[in-house]
């Protein structure tokens, strides 16, 4: 039983801790991130508008809202996008937040 139960442990902590690779970076216990997505056709120079849209995750069991591009222009009316950013913040994947913010005009 003891061999058991020192052998699960020893799996927990390598599934935990292991790196696998991914398309951000993650943190284990805090996460807090802007990444950017897209780059727009729009003329380079300052954004006049910022639109943002956020879902939400509680436990990573439950996902709820609208983090779409589409759903980012239509809070600000963007019709022109600059370029497109993404964020995070997550702790200990209790609570979570993932926000899409659009640049443009």
């Known amino acids: 039983m003891k061999k058991f139960f020192a052998l699960s442990l020893v799996l927990l902590a ?13 943190g284990l216990a805090y996460t807090n991130l802007r990444l950017p997505i897209a780059a727009g056709d729009a003329p380079i120079g300052p954004h006049t508008k910022i639109g943002i ?14 983090s779409s591009i589409t759903a980012a222009c239509a809070n600000d009316n963007i019709t022109k996008i600059h370029h497109i950013d993404w964020e995070v913040e997550s ?12 640049y443009g005009e």
Request: net charge negative; with cysteine.
């Open 91 to 102: 702790f200990f994947g209790i609570w979570s937040t993932y926000k899409t913010v659009v």
């Open 53 to 66: 849209a956020e879902s939400h995750s509680i436990l990573s069991l439950i996902a709820v809202g609208d």
């Open 14 to 26: 390598a599934v935990l801790f292991s790196s696998c690779a991914s398309t951000s970076p993650v």
